[in-house]
């Protein structure tokens, strides 16, 4: 709730309040000059200022949106405030009903006031206080009779003392009531305010409340010099500030509602209260004088009394702060190694405890600002995403650890070993490491593991760079990464040194993936199909359609140079979209025209990111609905390792199977799980690889393999075509051997749709 001006024009009785004591103020001080004949004139107001303080208070208890016990609070003073009303009542009766005005404070009006402290004081103590030990309540004991002794000390030797007649004029109730209200206020601020803490009673009504306090009772001390005018009363303007403060600090409370309750500090502290009651005291004593003996022990009994106090307080202030600063000094220490381990956290690798990017950057920083000699290697691990599909996420994490421990035990404490991420390592070398080194670090990344039973071969691919003039941290990481990727690109599980001209193949390569992203807007790209024939006549039952990329100023860009860089910037999705709907209106062409003289089968590759993308099938059946293409003619090529690398791939190809489409997979052979891939992959016809088909004599290899693979595609009811068919022998040989499809430049190189329909058309002539 924001806060608002104290005095606005809806706090009327705010203002009547402090209307009134102004008035008693200036009828107090009117009264040193001028004797009043109807002194009750000055008194009548007074009820009327604490009654609207009263209802201040009680208005702020039923406010919704304060706490309980805030709420209760407002109402005890709104209780003290009706003892209030009555001792003032009682006091104006005291001082005007009798035959002459008078000061003397009756035992009812000594009541009512006496009442008002009470409840007051009992509100306080009522709001939720700190947690205090018993260190703290001997301590507040103490320290209350410091204030207790030190309050009365002062009012005895300035109100009371040498001051019979104001004795006599107002009567014993009345000097009692002098000392109970100056020190009973001033023991209700310090109880709440120095000790017990307040709740959530807002910060500014308590400070209002106990500034109220204490003038109100300074103000009633001033009662020593009005004992020739009976006439008046220090009550006038104590009574009137008193319920202004009241008041005010009720209107605080309603205006800024609830508030969280200050914390306690826990910090050790020098009280001054001690050694401020001393000094008073002692003042007192030096200038008490030696006229009245009893004066005079009277004031050294309170000041010994007062020093014993502060002696023990003090004693027991420097042990607890003596154990205090040993518990502190044991939280820095704990809080030290706290920081320590947050430090570690935020450089280290939680999973191999290796350091991490941000210690990498620190310790290459600190060695560049050295002007020290290192090199930077960055490994990568070979095939790793298969690992994971394979055998799980828990064996791959064992393995990057495995990794990590063979990579700290190789290098040694001199090198910095940290992970980047996944499978990515970046190591500082210092110093010329021998080649040899690097090496010896993909032989030691690269020995057989045993993870939880698995045995894994691991390969590693490490690009590796010196430091330069002008490098930075991210400049060292680039050139070991471009080097680590040439690594790979050689068929991994080596190490390469950086080279610039790998810059500059890499900006090439940039350049090339820029053009890529226009030439699908640019017309640049188009689609020819290879024909695939059946054995032995070479008839024609079908196509692979094949992307070609004509380049306005490279000319014609081969398949195996774009195709990787599609994949890598993920413009293959829409190359693979605008390829498969060429081949879905091309299809549906040739059916509208030739019938069952059609193609049989027309085949499309879909690459790993195609497959891996969740509506890649959605999008596929949506080109079929547009172009009207049949499915029944239609075959997707997929290779193993787009199964392999995409963890929904066998999910993906259930659902293109059920839209009526057929599965190839592509170069079978050449992956490490192709006969376990028949097991779970909807296939429909397997491609073998040209590298099984091209050699030249039957006891090949190749061939040994190429009959083994018929005989299981017979059993698992799945066609097998020939791929990279290029001589008569070898046709004859796959005939001999059970093949019934075969695909190569024997029976034509990839053509035009024009060129292609022409050799199904001569065939169908023929037949």
Known sequence: ????????????????????????????????????????????????SAVLAGHACWTASRQADLDAETRRFWRHLAVACCFFVAGIVSNINDATGGPAPSQEIGMITLAGYLGTLGTAMWALLRLPSWQRGRGDWIRFGLDSGIVMLTVGAVVWNLTLRNHEQWVSQTGGAGAMLVIMAVAGLSMATFIKVAFAGAGRLDRRAIHILATGAALGGVLGAVSLLLAGRPYLSSALIAVPVAALAIHLSAISQQRAGNREPRPRSGRP??????????AITDTMLLTTGSGDPATTRTMETAAVALTALVVIRQIIALRENHGLLTTVDG????????????????????????????????????????????????????????????????????????????????????????????DEFALVLPGLPDHQDFAALVAAVGRPADLDGNILTPGASIGVTSVQPGDDPAELLRRADVAMYAAKAAGGQRWQWFDPRMD????????????????????????????????????????????????????????????PVAERTGVIHELGAWVFEQACRQSADWSARFGAGAPGRISVNVSARQLADPDFVDAVAATLRATGAGTDHLLLEVTETAVLNAETAIDQLNRLKALGLRIALDDFGTGHSSLSLLMTCPVDVLKVDKSFVSGDRAEDAGAIIVKNIIGFTTDFGIDAVAEGVETRDQAERLHAAGYRLAQGYLFGRPMSAEAFEATFQTAAVAA
């Open 269 to 278: 502290r020098i009280s001054v209260v001690p050694y401020f009651a001393v």
């Open 1 to 48: 709730m924001p806060r608002l001006p104290i005095f606005d024009r809806r706090n009327g009785p705010l203002l009547v309040t402090a209307v009134v004591a102004l008035f008693c103020g200036a009828w107090l001080i009117g009264g040193f000059t001028h004797v009043y004949p109807h002194p009750v004139i000055g008194w009548l107001p007074i009820p009327v």
């Open 331 to 422: 939280h820095l220490n704990q809080l030290r190694d706290y920081q320590d381990r947050l430090t570690h956290q935020a450089t280290h690798d939680s999973l191999t405890d290796a350091g991490n990017r941000t210690l990498f950057e620190e310790h290459t920083s600190r060695l560049l600002t050295a002007g020290g000699t290192f090199h930077v290697a960055l490994l990568d691990l070979d095939d790793f995403k298969a690992v994971n599909d394979r055998l799980g996420h828990r064996i791959g994490d064992r393995l990057i650890q495995e990794t990590s421990r063979r990579l700290t035990a190789t290098l040694g404490p001199g090198a910095l070993v940290t992970r980047l991420g996944g």
């Open 504 to 563: 500059r193949a890499a900006d090439d390569t940039a350049r090339l993936a820029a053009d890529l992203r226009g030439a699908l807007a640019g017309d640049q790209f188009f689609v020819l199909y290879q024909p695939i024939v059946s054995l032995p006549d070479g008839v024609t039952t079908g196509a692979e359609v094949l992307l070609r990329w004509q380049h306005p100023e490279r000319g014609l860009v081969p398949p195996d140079v774009f195709i």
